[in-house]
């Protein structure tokens, strides 16, 4: 099994920065692919941004292309989101994924999941 736990998450202005960042433990070495999600109250979760497991092929949502920068070491089994001129409808609870083949956008492909960390963008 693979245990994923994110941070970072806060209360930040619209228009700041935050990065939020997920370690992952247990079988950490099976993961290939990880990636970011999103729920907002009241909305589906939606798929923010992929990476792979060399770094060399990244996924964003049109929404947050150009504002948000997915990142990972493998070294540390970390993967990171830096979000940047963020805007009150970033607002959600914020879930890192794995998974042991390729990467990608669907969450139905993603085998591990973790908790969730609130992001609040105030106007």
């Known amino acids: 099994q693979v245990q994923l736990v994110e941070s970072g998450g806060g209360l930040v202005q619209a228009g700041g920065s935050l990065r939020i960042s997920c370690a992952a433990s247990?079988?950490?070495?099976?993961?290939?692919?990880m990636g970011w999600f999103r729920q907002a109250p009241g909305k589906e979760r939606e798929f923010v941004a992929a990476i792979s497991w060399s770094g060399g092929s990244i996924l964003y949502a049109d929404s947050v292309k150009g504002r948000f920068t997915i990142s990972r070491d493998n070294a540390k089994n970390m993967v990171y989101l830096q979000m940047g001129s963020l805007k009150p409808e970033d607002t959600a609870v914020y879930y890192c994924?794995?998974?042991?083949?390729?990467?990608?956008?669907?969450?139905?492909?993603?085998?591990?999941w973790g908790q969730g960390t609130q992001v609040t963008v105030s106007s």
């Open positions: 247990g079988r950490a070495f099976s993961i290939r692919g």
């Open positions: 994924a794995a998974r042991p083949k390729g990467f990608g956008s669907r969450d139905e492909d993603y085998d591990y």
